[in-house]
């Protein structure tokens, strides 16, 4: 596992109190960064190579047994599953950029939306699921490409219908909240990942063109990262 993190020299006297383990390509670990980046927290990024088997390591299932990123380090608490996570830094940091808003109902639609990314999409799509099917089921790529796109379209059919009646610029009205975390690294996802016809999902790709003028999302990104092979490809 390597730890990466920018401003060197300030950062080697001043130790980042929180350190998140995360792997470019995952979307939870994607959430994770956004809302960071959203609430100005600094943070060590500790990369964890997933096709290297790292998240098996003792080192790493020290941190969570079941071996999934990503991990947040805080102190001496040690906190895994993204959904875990966001709920934490919102009730640790409620005044910077809150992720939930007051009012109940739009409360519990980012919750549902965010549910059914994390529920009913992400883990049916992503890499310890696919590589199951290789190995068990066919290795041929078109068969985990059918999989990957069938579980999403479903999820985005879903989202769909449940946003219609409460998206504005974002996904509850016109600040970003919870849900737009989830459906962000999950759109892009289909997108670059999956090759998903986004035509069917108007509402979707509307929401995407939005997180595209974040920096906030954009610098969570995948190709973003320093773990990412795209990097030292360039």
């Not at 929180?18 to 809302?35: D, E, F, H, P």
């Not at 005044?95 to 519990?108: F, I, T, V």
């Not at 069938?150 to 219609?164: D, I, N, P, W």
Request: charged share 20%; proline share 6%.
């Amino acid at each position: 596992m390597a730890s990466v993190s920018g401003d060197n020299k300030k950062e080697s006297k001043l130790k980042l109190k929180l350190k998140l383990y995360s792997y470019w390509q995952s979307s939870c670990s994607t959430c994770v960064r956004i809302a960071l980046n959203l609430k100005g927290l600094k943070y060590e990024y500790i990369a964890v190579n997933l096709l290297k088997g790292e998240q098996f390591s003792p080192e790493f299932t020290k941190l969570n047994p079941i071996g999934y990123v990503p991990v947040l380090v805080d102190g001496d608490l040690v906190l895994s599953d993204s959904f875990a996570i966001l709920l934490y830094l919102e009730e640790k940091y409620p005044h910077q950029h809150p992720l939930l808003p007051q009012d109940l109902h739009k409360k519990a639609i980012n919750l549902q939306a965010a549910s059914i990314v994390s529920s009913s999409i992400q883990p049916l799509q992503n890499l310890a699921t696919l590589k199951c099917i290789e190995e068990k089921i066919s290795s041929d790529p078109d068969v985990k490409l059918a999989w990957a796109q069938h579980y999403t379209k479903k999820g985005f059919v879903a989202l769909e219908r449940l946003l219609k009646d409460h998206a504005g610029r974002f996904a509850t009205g016109d600040e970003v909240y919870l849900a737009d975390l989830f459906l962000a690294p999950q759109i892009h996802a289909a997108i670059k990942r999956f090759n998903v016809d986004m035509t069917q999902f108007p509402l979707l790709s509307r929401l995407n063109e939005a997180y595209n003028e974040i920096p906030a999302f954009q610098d969570a990104m995948p190709e973003k990262q320093p773990d990412t092979p795209l990097a030292s490809a360039c």
